[in-house]
């Protein structure tokens, strides 16, 4: 241990991040061809440059995604063992939905769930 | 069910019950009076604040992530006490405000935050505390929306806040590296001073600087100050760094008491640089918010020298110090505030021949601002006496006699804002203003604190009892 403990962390620090981006920009073939420009998953080619200004509105949305996505992800270890804790944890469960269910009334009486 | 969880959480309760009836009222928006809803908040942080004195029993839970004692109780009573003051103080500025509900429910969610923070006994604990106490900050000092300024600080503050955050994040998972554990408790036996562990506390220290604003962490500090609404400044410098101060003293001396002789000297080359810059600094600021900030920097390395003490003795000091700073700050912040909300103005220059027109108000600040000097018949004076006293018992009097001659300096730049308030006359003098009765309420609770504390030496032994255990 000691100061040979730091080098080798910064040492590991920098080969980790560095040696991915190395390691495939050296392995991998590079072919360029017009279907590689397009956008993936979205089929569609854009019309006009992509450089532009989106509507804040997106944000609002993705964010209250975001919310309820993580909620769900919290309610499955839950579910796995609601029979184990049982009934007080039906009522945190319920107490942690009603808090989340607060957050989207306020977004909905604020008109973020209205589209511009 | 358990429900020793309801007791010993009854702060975080409380704090938990407030946001979502503000919440329900914001949803419900059958209230239209602004004034009313102000009388309501105000009743319930009262409330919040009595509610802290009684029912305080010892304990931990969630297998010790969570503990809280005496001295926790009474750390938390601070800040709910500031909260209420900084409360009052809004009063004549959130009446016309849009978003009240919302100033209010940011702000309890940090006070939520704090609380957590302080009653942690493990870094997993402590780092939600602090991040749920600082993000929503970022949006409080934007609160001014129509101002460029106040978005400038928000923006500043979210981005050297993160920063902070991201290296002391990075020294904690060090830490658990080093001695496989999160507990306060476990680790404090496992911590060896191979460098390693000794960079990791380095790392958690310069995130603890950061939220102090001690030198060379504080660039961050005026300009948040300037930008940001006067009461939400008033948050910043008493109750972020109130309850940031608390848990220091719980991780410095209890975690890391096996590094002492490494903190004492980082301690010490920091409160003298936050002592003197804070200092030299503040003799040059006209704007009064920037002046507050530089001034608490300074503050804030005298409380830096309570701490390389080590002991109780320095524990005691310093929350005496933060309840007597609470007083006298927020009593001078309220004279600012009472000056931006009736005309906008907060420089220096602004505030000359006040007396003629608002002797209350004048007399406010004169004491607040002598009790932040540390001046003999305000509690200041014995506040910071504590501090010095329990600084020189490790005999580190070249420190000790740096820091004293600063206090000489410091009295410069107060007594030039009393200059301006009593002595320079202007050809047309501030008119009067018309604070709110509540704002009224404010500044009696302030100047009684700054000066009844003083004399209330039960207090003080209270402290130290207390910590002692």
Known sequence: MGSAALILLLICGVAFASGGMLLSWGIAKSSKNKVKDEPYECGIPTTGTSWIQFNVGYYLFALIFLIFDVELVFMYPWAVAVKKIGIGGLIEIIVFMFILFMGLLYAWRKGALKWM | MNFDAFILMKSEMSLTLIIFFLLILKVWDGIKDNTALLHVVNFLLLINLITGFFGNTDGSLFSGMFHTNNTIYLEKNILKLGMFI?????????????????????????????DFMISSNNFLMFFLGLELSSIPLAALANFDLEKRKSSES?????????????????????LYGVTGTLDFTEMAPLLTTSQLSILAFLFVFAGFAFKLSSVPFHLWTADVYEGAPVSVTSYLSVISKGSIVFIFITILFQLFKSYDTIWVNVLNISLLLSITIGNLFAMRQEN????????????????????????????????????????SNLGAFGVVALLSAETGKETISDMKGFYVNNKFASWVMAICLFSLAGIPPTAGFFAKMF????????????????????????????????????IDKPDTPLAKLNGSMMMKISFVICISGAIIMGFASNLFEYINTITGK
């Open chain 2, 86 to 114: 900084i409360s009052l103080q809004s009063f004549d500025w959130l009446k016309n405000h849009k978003h009240l509900l919302e100033f209010y429910i940011l702000m309890l969610c940090t006070l939520l935050g704090m």
């Open chain 2, 154 to 174: 928000a923006l500043k503050m979210i981005l050297s806040s993160a920063f902070a955050s991201a290296i002391m994040l990075f020294g904690i998972s060090i």
């Open chain 2, 288 to 327: 009064i918010k920037r002046f507050l900030a530089f001034s608490s920097i300074a503050q804030m390395g005298y409380i830096l020298l309570a701490l390389t003490n080590g002991t109780q003795t320095g524990e005691s000091a310093a929350i005496f110090f933060l309840l007597v700073y609470t007083f």
């Open chain 2, 387 to 422: 501090l010095v006293t329990a600084g020189a018992e490790k005999g580190n009097y070249t420190v000790i006699s740096i820091a004293v001659l600063n206090m000489v300096v410091s009295l410069y730049y107060y007594l030039r804002i009393i200059k301006a308030i009593f």
